[in-house]
């Protein structure tokens, strides 16, 4: 079956938060009991509220099979230019290796080029080295430094 | 004179491109002739515009002597957390050192937290070493790789 790239729709909520789990990062802090928790369907109705996010999946019949998340950011640096953000980045674990991810990222590229974005820009775990040679396939550049502060009160 | 964290308005926006400009990373890509260019003008409605973005300027006399803006990210991820998202961190040069960006950054860490978010991010230029050793003391960690595409078509 072809695969295609579309909006992430409610119905999607539940692979996605399976692929999210499944990863040595992801599977500690995830919540895959069914019925979803409402925190996920309040985060997703959060993204979906919001014109500059854009939640998108690889479909293959019917089933969401990748995933990741752009978030459209108007800036004024660089005399007003539009970030696109990638984030949330995710390949089913039986569909790894079959250049989905990379089809789905050069997917989210052109779509911030469509939306007039001047740079495409992402930031991965230093852990994750086989995704930084994945990026850099896709010609992105390490030139930033990535850093984090947890909020512990509302983590 | 006493320094106070607000929203920017339009008229500050001259202010904040002379502080974006006065970069040795800014200085290559701005434009501050006046009338400002309505490029500017645009993306400042844009943001205006997006509930989810917020540009603050530190303000003495009713003048912006230092800048950031925060973007508010709903995710599914760590079970449909909120970021914060810190970018854009200037202080004009008669300011520097003067401990006003360690109170910016730490009054933007307490709206991120008042917004519920989990996390604050930022990414910052591997050459900026002495950010990263100013984020370090703010309590952030440097565990992401920074990674960016530029679409030259739209650049």
């Not at 999946?57 to 108007?74: E, G, H, K, M, Y």
């Not at 995704?131 to 850093?147: C, D, I, N, P, V």
Request: proline share 3%.
């Amino acid at each position: 079956m072809p695969v295609g790239f579309r909006p992430a729709c409610i119905n999607d909520v539940p692979a996605i938060v399976s692929m999210l789990a499944d990863d040595l990062l992801g599977a500690r802090r995830e919540d895959t009991s069914l019925p979803i928790s409402s925190r996920y369907l309040n985060a997703f109705a959060a993204i979906k509220a919001d014109s500059n996010q854009l939640l998108l999946v690889a479909d293959r019949a019917n089933v969401a099979i990748a995933c990741l998340q752009i978030t459209f950011i108007p800036t004024l640096s660089h005399q007003g230019m539009w970030r696109g953000q990638i984030s949330g980045v995710r390949v089913a674990q039986l569909e790894r290796g079959n250049w989905i991810g990379s089809q789905m990222i050069r997917f989210a590229i052109d779509e911030c080029r469509r939306r007039g974005c001047g740079i495409v820009q992402l930031a991965t775990s230093k852990s994750r080295v086989d995704a930084h040679r994945f990026y850099e396939k896709l010609g992105f550049t390490a030139s930033h430094e990535g850093m984090k502060l947890a909020l512990t009160s509302a983590a």
